[in-house]
C-alpha cells in the first residue's frame, strides 16, 4: 500500500457542487498538507495542520475548507466548485526528511 | 512573504549533454530541498541540503547549497532519457513549511 493514499483519482463535479477529496497516510507524520498544482504555477499550498488540532491557512486557502480527522487522515473540501478550481491537487506529509506526495487527485469543475 | 524563484522553466537537450537548473530565494533558508516529478506523476523527494555550501551528489546528479543559504542548484551530467521530468527546488524556513519554486521541465532527445 502506498504511504500516501488519496481519493478519488479522478473526478469531475458540476459548478456549484461540494466536493471532499480524502488524504490517508501511513507514515505516522503529524504534519500534513494540501498542495494545488496547475501548469506553469508549480505547487501552491493550500491549508496544512501540524498536528490533529492544528489547522492553518496556505497562500491559497479562499474556497477551501479542511478538516484533521484524526494524525493519519486530512481532508479537503470544496463548500461551492467552481471552475477555476480545475486543477490537480496534492496531499502530502512530511518529517524532517522531507515530504512524501500523495498519488493527486485530478478534479475538473465544468 | 518568502518567494523560490527557479530557472529556467523549460530545457530540453540532447541524450548525453548536461543539465542545470538553478533556484534562488527571497530570504535566507533554514534548507533546502529537491523534487522529481515524472510526467503525470508527483512529486519525490531527491535530497535535503541543510549546510552552507553544502554539495551532495546522487550517481550523476550534483546538488548544491549556497553560502549564504539563499540559492542552490541541481546539475545533471550526461542527460539519460529516464531524467525526464518537472525538478523542483522548496525553501524551508523556520516551520518545516515549504515554499517551492515553479519547476523546470527537462525533456530529453534520444
Known amino acids: 500500500d502506498a504511504d500516501v493514499t488519496q481519493t478519488p483519482r479522478n473526478r469531475i463535479t458540476k459548478t456549484g457542487k461540494r466536493i471532499m477529496l480524502e488524504c490517508s497516510q501511513t507514515?505516522?507524520?503529524?504534519?500534513m498538507y494540501w498542495y494545488r498544482q496547475d501548469p506553469g504555477l508549480g505547487l501552491r499550498l493550500i491549508y496544512y495542520?501540524?498536528?490533529?488540532?492544528?489547522?492553518n491557512k496556505g497562500e491559497i486557502s479562499d474556497g477551501y475548507s479542511v478538516s484533521r480527522q484524526a494524525q493519519a487522515k486530512f481532508s479537503l473540501s470544496l463548500e461551492s466548485a467552481i471552475p477555476n478550481q480545475t486543477a490537480l491537487y496534492f496531499c502530502?506529509?512530511?518529517?524532517?526528511?522531507?515530504?512524501?506526495f500523495g498519488s493527486g487527485t485530478r478534479l475538473t469543475v465544468v | 512573504g518568502q518567494q523560490v524563484m527557479q530557472i529556467p522553466q523549460y530545457q530540453h537537450v540532447q541524450e548525453g549533454e548536461d543539465f542545470t537548473t538553478y533556484c534562488n530565494s527571497s530570504?535566507?533558508?533554514?534548507?533546502i530541498q529537491w523534487y522529481k516529478q515524472r510526467p503525470g506523476g508527483h512529486p519525490v523527494f531527491l535530497i535535503q541540503?541543510?549546510?552552507?555550501?553544502e554539495v551532495k551528489k546522487q550517481k550523476r546528479l550534483t546538488f548544491q547549497f549556497g553560502e549564504a543559504k539563499k540559492n542552490s542548484s541541481l546539475h545533471i551530467t550526461a542527460t539519460q532519457t529516464t531524467d525526464v521530468g518537472t525538478y523542483f527546488c522548496?525553501?524551508?524556513?523556520?516551520?518545516?513549511?515549504?515554499?517551492f519554486g515553479k519547476g523546470t521541465l527537462l525533456t530529453v532527445n534520444p
Open positions: 507514515k505516522g507524520h503529524d504534519r
Open positions: 502530502a506529509t512530511s518529517d524532517f526528511l522531507g515530504y512524501t
Open positions: 495542520s501540524f498536528d490533529v488540532k492544528d489547522i
Open positions: 541540503l541543510v549546510k552552507s555550501g
Open positions: 530570504t535566507t533558508l533554514s534548507n
Open positions: 522548496a525553501g524551508g524556513g523556520s516551520n518545516y513549511k515549504l515554499t
